[in-house]
């Protein structure tokens, strides 16, 4: 037995001289440091975070965050911004900020310079009655400069707070957090981020953490939301306690889904929706029925507050009393009457593009945006929010059929149903087409062009939101002849001369592939704005004296179970040919499973731009 106390004894003995080693000695760098000069998997960082220590105290009004940073600049544009700036609310004892320590390590001739931190050079400055910033520049900063900094922030935290990030705007070689508990409330912490997860994501109870050699997030690309990514630990009250005692913060989605639903039910017991659904005309298809019912509500109801999803819990006002109603009532009112016209139709709770998508082992509180219908129509996902119908003008017709693309967060949870279950969406496919034609009289050639474009391609001035035109130009002779060895408009180039006597048709989309692509080394999946197909068509007759030359043109390409396509086709018929490209990307979340297969879908796309059709003159 006291073999076994021994042992126990001399294991946390040894945890926690472990703990105590790894934090950092103020003021003692060592030589490898100062020779430190690049980051071996970011070489073009300007500077580095050589190590870094948190310690975090969670208390019952909130937490203290203590920080010990230090930095190297590398490069000359990291010299600029060297500034510790911290706001507090001066009303608020629990709400403060200290600068305790700031060191800069310069070598010159092989000796250190030390500057020093002197409590006089920190700028106190009132933003308003309840916010005070400070404000330190750190000086003496040049390049090899290394900088360390202690701080001490107090904060309160009613709910949760995301306060040690352990990926920032630098690269990062070490960066270590511990927690200790002095709180009397129940609580859970939540790691987002690659590395974390992979070290500790099966780890219950875990108050330590730490990782090394993180990229900056200035490496991140093609996502909505870097905070959905980058290395983070947060952490939330649950919501029996005290007054952290709210359903926001419940420990699970079901026991946050029950409430709302319990309200809604409570709130709808006495609507019959069926009578105000029949108001409304079905349309010839269920998406006019959909628009019939959004103009309906626009044209009848009012919205007389905005209430957030931290008021939501509050829907007791009844709906329908009158004509007027909050955002959730708008909401309940619009699913409900979709349903009486026969619409696959379900209350969902979301989350926007700039809050970070939901996570689904743990409702987030900073990620729960508001609750909205979710529609499916022709396999087509449509979201509505009281935000729609908010618009003053006609635009509003665009975004009940192109909502909002902010609202397209990858998941939504289904609210009214016994089990978790949550559902990928992405926006509606847009679409872009831009048709050429030649017409040739005698030495005369002239081009029209004409752009169409649906949904999220569309301009600022485009009203029509069914199917809007514009850009219809006619070219000249003298507009397709008149730069360099040759011009090029809308995929076309031409030769100079005093008169045109061949034409190529270029592969169209290298803009578009010079967008998609991704680093050979991604390891994150991919989140585009929205699914597209572009269309590029390029149609003439093929003229007296005239030739068309091509060389197995014909092409096609899929990925990821058709939802990636790519066709070139050339068509001659009648002495009059049609050439047409087609670039679909049906998939707005490419998954790091499917980035293989993304990337060499792009990959043989590009080899077909040495594909190029000749229209010439034969003389």
Not at 540 to 566: C, M, R, T, W
């Amino acid at each position: 037995m006291n073999n076994k106390i021994y042992f126990v004894l001399s294991f946390l003995l040894c945890q926690f001289a472990f703990s105590q080693s790894t934090k950092l000695e103020f003021g003692k760098i060592s030589e490898e440091e100062y020779n430190y000069n690049i980051v071996p998997f970011e070489q073009d960082a300007s500077a580095v975070t050589l190590s870094e220590y948190g310690e975090l105290q969670l208390k019952n009004y909130g937490y203290v965050l203590k920080q010990h940073v230090r930095k190297k600049i590398l490069k000359q544009d990291a010299i600029e911004g060297n500034v510790l700036k911290f706001s507090f609310n001066p009303t608020n004892k629990y709400n403060r900020v200290k600068i305790n320590k700031v060191q800069v390590y310069n070598k010159i001739g092989g000796e250190v310079v030390v500057s020093k931190l002197d409590q006089k050079d920190i700028i106190q400055e009132t933003i308003d009655e309840n916010t005070i910033q400070l404000i330190y520049a750190i000086p003496n900063v040049k390049v090899g400069s290394i900088i360390e900094y202690e701080t001490e922030v107090t904060r309160t935290a009613n709910l949760y707070a995301t306060p040690w990030n352990f990926q920032n705007d630098y690269p990062i070689l070490k960066s270590k957090l511990d927690v200790r508990i002095h709180t009397d409330f129940d609580n859970r912490f939540f790691l987002i981020g690659q590395k974390l997860n992979e070290k500790y994501g099966n780890r219950k109870g875990n108050k330590s953490w730490e990782i090394e050699n993180v990229a900056s997030v200035k490496k991140f690309d093609k996502i909505y939301n870097v905070n959905d990514f980058k290395e983070t630990i947060g952490f939330q009250y649950s919501a029996e306690q005290d007054w952290h005692g709210t359903i926001f913060s419940s420990s699970n989605w079901l026991s946050l889904r029950s409430v709302f639903a319990k309200n809604i039910a409570t709130n709808t017991r006495n609507v019959d929706f069926n009578e105000i659904a029949i108001k409304i005309n079905n349309g010839n298809s269920q998406l006019e029925t959909y628009k019939n019912v959004m103009d309906y509500v626009k044209q009848n109801f009012k919205l007389i507050e905005t209430n957030y999803v931290d008021k939501m819990s509050n829907f007791k006002t009844g709906l329908l009393g009158t004509k007027t109603g909050s955002n959730l009532d708008f909401v309940v009112l619009v699913n409900r009457l979709l349903k009486s016209k026969g619409l696959e139709s379900h209350l969902v709770i979301n989350s926007f593009r700039n809050r970070g998508r939901l996570i689904m082992d743990f409702p987030i509180v900073s990620r729960i945006s508001n609750i909205q219908t979710m529609t499916i129509v022709d396999n087509q996902v449509y979201l509505f929010d009281e935000n729609i119908l908010k618009i003053t003008d006609d635009n509003y017709k665009e975004k009940v059929v192109f909502p909002y693309s902010e609202y397209y967060n990858q998941l939504v949870l289904k609210l009214e149903t016994s089990t978790n279950e949550f559902l990928n969406i992405q926006p509606p496919l847009s679409e872009s087409y831009l048709i050429n034609e030649l017409e040739f009289k005698g030495d005369e050639v002239k081009m029209k062009s004409l752009n169409k474009f649906k949904g999220y391609f569309n301009k600022e001035n485009q009203k029509n939101y069914d199917f809007p035109m514009f850009n219809e130009l006619t070219y000249s002779s003298e507009d397709l002849n008149n730069q360099g060895n040759y011009s090029s408009i809308n995929k076309i180039f031409v030769n100079k001369g005093k008169m045109v006597n061949y034409f190529g048709f270029e592969f169209p989309f290298n803009d578009a592939l010079n967008f998609l692509n991704i680093e050979k080394e991604r390891k994150y999946q991919v989140e585009l704005d929205f699914p597209f197909q572009k269309v590029v068509q390029l149609k003439s007759k093929i003229p007296k004296d005239f030739v068309l030359k091509y060389d197995k043109f014909n092409h096609e390409i899929k990925a990821i179970g058709n939802k990636l396509q790519y066709k070139q086709q050339i068509e001659v018929v009648n002495n009059e040919f049609v050439i047409t490209y087609i670039l679909l990307i049906n998939q707005s979340i490419i998954s790091s499973k499917e980035l293989k297969e993304y990337s060499e879908f792009l990959t043989k796309i590009a080899e077909r731009n040495k594909d190029i059709v000749i229209l010439m003159n034969k003389k």
